[in-house]
């Protein structure tokens, strides 16, 4: 089994979140990705919404994705969420694990914790971010899409539309929880 580890706060999950993991998926040629929500990232401000909220909201954002399954590996151990850890608690004999990583996380991947260990038991791949230039053999070559939950967060705090950015569903459950006002 070959899968691509993707971490992140989906702080709310948006179409990016799902289009380029299933791209480099596919274009890798591995068999699944699995989505890794953070309880805490040590590298960013806490999460905006509970970690309740966002794994629902991860949910319904993959509903239709047969290609990937969600790990409750750091909602469940709490505390600051540290990707070696988790690389380490999931290791397998049948399984090759590769990280996936935004061009965003990748320019601050040296401050990462045990950095050195990831890039040998992962060797990660990087999804290109806009407003990141890139120069690394392990930048996938796959289109780069808009979406990044911080502006999602500001459009939705001013009371703009975020159609076309997440999903429909996670739209609903964003709107029927009040969340990000």
């Not at 040590?42 to 999460?47: G, I, N, R, T």
Request: charged fraction near 30%; glycine fraction near 6%; hydrophobic fraction near 40%.
């Amino acid at each position: 089994m070959r899968v691509l580890l993707y971490g992140g706060s989906f702080d709310p999950p948006h179409i990016a979140h799902v289009r380029l993991p299933f791209d480099a998926m596919k274009m890798l040629g591995f068999d699944k990705v699995l989505y890794v929500p953070t309880f805490l990232s040590p590298l960013k401000e806490a999460p905006h919404t509970s970690d309740t909220h966002r794994l629902a909201m991860l949910k319904l954002a993959l509903t239709d994705c047969d290609w990937a399954e969600i790990s409750t590996l750091e909602l469940e151990r709490g505390g600051t969420s540290y990707t070696i850890d988790t690389v380490e608690s999931l290791q397998k004999d049948d399984c090759e694990f590769r990280l996936l990583v935004g061009g965003d996380q990748w320019a601050k991947f040296k401050q990462w914790k045990r950095w050195e260990d990831l890039l040998r038991l992962t060797n990660p791949v990087i999804m290109p971010r806009e407003g990141f230039d890139i120069c690394d053999k392990r930048l996938l070559k796959i289109e780069s899409h808009p979406g990044i939950s911080t502006d999602i967060r500001k459009l939705l705090k001013e009371g703009k539309d975020i159609e076309g950015i997440v999903s429909s569903e996670v739209k609903e459950y964003i709107t029927e929880h009040q969340l990000y006002l």
